[in-house]
Every structure is written in C-alpha cells, then in structure tokens.
C-alpha cells in the first residue's frame, strides 16, 4: 500500500479516483478525520500512478470526460462506512487487486482442492483429468483439455499457484477486463494441458501452465514499457523463469509438469502478442 494523495475536496478526490480507476490503477480511497486519502493497492503500479496524478494536478479537466463516470459511480462505494478511518482492511486489499474471474476461479480450485481431500478425491480425479486413459484425448468432451487446471496435489502447490494467479491474473483482469482474461485461460490452460498430455499422459494437474502464460503475457505487454501496471520486475522475472529450469533438474522433491510450464508459457507469449498487435 502506498499513499498517492490527500486532500479535503471531495471533489478533486472524486475525479482522480475516476481517472485513475479508468487506467487500470488500483487504487482505494479512505477517509482519515476530515482528509480523503488515495491509496495504491499494488506498489508495482507506483510509477504510472505518480505519472498520471502529477498529470492531473497539472490539468485536473482531463478527468471530465464522460468515459470517466461508471469509475465515479463506484466512488462513493469505495469509502465503505466500515473503515471509515485508517487504511484499508487486509480482505479489501486483496478483492480490489482482482476481478470476477480471477476471484471465481481460485475460489473454485480451491473448492475443488477440499473436495480432493475428501472421499470425493477419486471420483474428482476422474472427472476433471484430461482423459481416462492415454491414447488420445477425448474432444467430444472439450471442457476437459481445461480442468486438469483445477486439480492440485499438496498444500504447497494450490497456494503457489493461487497466489501467482491472483498476482498476475487479478492485474490482467483489472487492466484489460474480465473476457479478456477469460480467453487467456482458455487459450494457456488448453495448449498446456494438451502438451503435458502428448508427453506424459493423463496423470497431471495444476493452475501453472495458466500462471506461466499470464507470465508470458506480462513480459510481452509491459517489454521496454517500465511504467506499464503489468511490468514485471526483473528480478521476479529472474525467479519464474529460474523455477521453470529447476523443474528440469531432479533437484526438486516432487514431480513436475514441466511440459505444461514451456508450453504455458510460450501461449502467453503468443497471447500477448497479439494484444500488442491489436494495440491493447
């Protein structure tokens, strides 16, 4: 969390919330005595975010354009009366760094996950596994080139891949909206999924081929564009490419669905790619 402005005008408050919201910034506003304050939920967006305040300070009526006015609807609501002094709550941090899909879908691994740890663990399996055996995928069923992404096998590895998926899938989802992030799960959880398949057989899971495409996804949009909001720094960049490589070697405890990794991520990078072509 960082603070990005104050101010007693509710006004001026109102409109740079608007603007702010409307540029993908994830920001909040809290009320502190009889000051408005601004906050930015995810420091990764601190550069844009300090770019376009100075720009409104400079010039607060580029804030008037009607685009702005669904972002100012939710203004109001954003000052919830339940934090009515301090910073925002833990819980209203982490929802406002996400959208609808984002929240839907790790809410249902890991609703599927409690299930595997039930006497429902088997039926599950065989329900949400690519295919029943391994000659070949069964495409009259084409949901199921998709749900080998909800199953996890350990504690450790549903909460790396929520956490990166909420990361990196809750700013996508804010930025370029929710059907956007909805073909980006589509396309990366199928073309990992299938690879994984071709090499290894059905016996797979996990969210990471979709975390490595959103990976991929990231690196394209925000290339030689620092202050972009999905900008990645070089160093977390350094760490989920050095985890893919790990998962190579046999220095890891666990079996790895390393195919699904590579191809999870080379999706993305096709992905964003073509959003770059589109102009996104």
Same mark, same amino acid.
């Given at each position: 969390m960082q603070k990005l402005y104050t101010s007693r005008d509710h006004s001026s408050m109102e409109k740079l919330y608007g603007f702010l919201q409307q540029?993908?910034?994830?920001?909040?506003? !809290?009320e502190h005595g009889e000051q408005l304050e601004l906050w930015l939920i995810q420091t990764s967006y601190a550069a844009l975010a300090k770019e376009l305040v100075a720009e409104f300070k400079a010039n607060p009526s580029i804030a008037d354009s009607p685009q702005h006015?669904?972002?100012?609807?939710?203004?109001?609501?954003?000052r919830s009366p339940r934090?009515?002094?301090g910073t925002?709550?833990?819980?209203?941090?982490?929802? !406002?760094q996400a959208g609808v899909v984002?929240? !839907?879908?790790a809410v249902l691994v890991i609703a599927v996950f409690l299930g595997q740890l039930s006497p429902l663990r088997d039926g599950l399996f065989e329900l949400l596994r690519i295919s029943d055996n391994f000659?070949?995928?069964?495409?009259?069923?084409?949901?199921?080139?998709i749900t080998p992404a909800l199953l996890h096998f350990s504690v450790l590895h549903i909460l790396f891949n929520v956490f990166w998926w909420w990361y990196l899938g809750g700013r996508f989802e804010r930025l370029y909206g929710s059907v956007w992030l909805v073909v980006a799960l589509v396309v990366c959880a199928s073309i990992s999924n299938v690879a994984q398949f071709i090499v290894s057989g059905p016996y797979f899971g996990g969210l990471s081929g979709v975390v490595y495409g959103l990976f991929g996804i990231a690196v394209v949009m925000a290339w030689q564009r620092p202050s972009h909001p999905l900008y990645l720094p070089p160093g977390l960049i350094g760490f989920l490419l050095?985890? &893919?490589? &790990?998962?190579?070697?046999?220095?890891?405890?666990?079996?790895?669905?390393?195919?699904a990794h590579t191809a999870g991520l080379i999706s993305g990078l096709l992905v964003g790619a073509v959003m770059r072509g589109l102009g996104r």
């Open positions: 540029r993908g910034i994830p920001v909040t506003v !809290s006015e669904p972002a100012l609807s939710a203004f109001a609501a954003d934090i009515p002094r925002p709550t833990i819980l209203n941090n982490l929802l !406002s984002t929240i !839907s879908f000659a070949a995928i069964p495409w009259h069923q084409p949901w199921r080139v050095f985890w &893919l490589v &790990l998962g190579y070697t046999d220095l890891l405890w666990v079996n790895v669905a390393n195919t």
